[in-house]
């Protein structure tokens, strides 16, 4: 099921902010952090580091929350439980799908961008 897109009108409701520019550079934003985020939590989860991969998972489910981005935020809090309890085999089979809905995310940013930037 591919990423909603992103409703421009609930955006505003939910964060109440009007201003499309700024809602748009935020979610800009957001689309730099999160790859960042995914980096931090594989090199953590390779390592085998609790407090890094919950850290970046952490970082990445606020951000996403902040911009509706449910189905990142749900699968960044999974890897973060993980992380605390150490269990990396959850940590690796969550981040997976954690992944996934971060790709669908990202896509769904740049039509974002894309339908709400000034000419």
């Given at each position: 099921?591919?990423?909603?897109?992103?409703?421009?009108?609930?955006?505003?409701?939910?964060?109440?902010?009007?201003?499309?520019?700024?809602?748009?550079?935020?979610?800009?934003?957001?689309?730099?952090?999160?790859?960042?985020?995914?980096?931090?939590?594989?090199?953590?989860?390779?390592?085998?580091?609790?407090?890094?991969?919950?850290?970046?998972?952490?970082?990445?489910?606020?951000?996403?929350?902040?911009?509706?981005?449910?189905?990142?935020?749900?699968?960044?809090?999974?890897?973060?439980?993980?992380g605390k309890r150490g269990d990396?085999?959850?940590?690796?089979?969550?981040?997976?799908?954690?992944?996934?809905?971060?790709?669908?995310?990202?896509?769904?940013?740049?039509?974002?961008?894309?339908?709400?930037q000034a000419p």
């Amino acid at each position: 099921m591919p990423f909603p897109s992103i409703d421009l009108k609930r955006l505003q409701s939910e964060i109440g902010v009007d201003d499309v520019e700024l809602l748009v550079t935020v979610a800009q934003a957001l689309a730099k952090e999160a790859p960042i985020c995914l980096a931090e939590i594989e090199r953590a989860l390779v390592a085998r580091n609790e407090k890094e991969v919950s850290i970046a998972a952490h970082t990445l489910k606020g951000a996403s929350r902040m911009m509706i981005m449910e189905r990142v935020a749900d699968a960044a809090e999974e890897v973060e439980l993980a992380g605390k309890r150490g269990d990396f085999e959850a940590v690796a089979s969550t981040f997976i799908t954690l992944r996934h809905h971060v790709e669908e995310m990202l896509q769904a940013i740049e039509r974002f961008a894309n339908e709400n930037q000034a000419p």
